[in-house]
């Protein structure tokens, strides 16, 4: 059964640093999903550690957390941009593009096969983030963008004295 989903997809420092951003919006393209959301993003550790808060107890984290800022080797490149595709099953369809995190284990066809590595530190840069499921995918984006800058009504939102914010309940997703 198909269903309009929403889902959040990071093109990684790495991915931006190797010019690879038309390479993969054109993989992308194959979805035939709309774009509603799209930005340049500079990454702070604040952001990093609540992108990856379910990994914080991994010995890696350290590393990952680094590697979203842009901290690459030593040097600094903290551009990512932030995507949301929507359209029927669109996390299945990124993911299946996307391949396997690891990028020695993904299908040569598919973004991370063609053109992740593993560093010799075993940090897997494998270009690009796609959210996991739908509770996943409502939580990046509400942290990676604000209501304004989707084009489609995707969550409730409520509006406050500074402006319109997402809706967040105690039991709804946490950011």
Not at 26 to 48: F, H, P, Q, W, Y
Request: hydrophobic fraction near 35%; include cysteine; charged fraction near 30%.
């Amino acid at each position: 059964m198909s269903q309009i989903e929403q889902t959040l997809v990071l093109i990684k420092p790495d991915g931006l640093k190797k010019s690879l951003t038309g390479n993969i919006l054109t993989k992308l393209s194959e979805t035939k999903l709309r774009i509603v959301g799209a930005k340049m993003v500079c990454v702070n550790e604040d952001l990093a550690k609540k992108h990856y808060q379910h990994l914080t107890d991994k010995p890696f984290f350290d590393e990952l957390k680094n590697y979203i800022m842009g901290n690459l080797q030593g040097e600094k490149y903290q551009r990512v941009m932030a995507l949301v595709y929507r359209g029927e099953n669109a996390i299945n369809k990124v993911r299946e593009l996307s391949g396997a995190t690891n990028p020695e284990e993904a299908d040569p066809t598919t973004i991370r096969g063609a053109y992740g590595r593993i560093t010799t530190k075993g940090i897997y840069e494998n270009v690009i983030h796609a959210s996991a499921n739908p509770a996943e995918a409502e939580r990046e984006i509400k942290l990676w963008f604000k209501p304004k800058e989707i084009v489609d009504d995707l969550y409730p939102v409520v509006k406050t004295d500074t402006g319109v914010k997402w809706e967040t309940l105690y039991n709804k997703v946490k950011i």
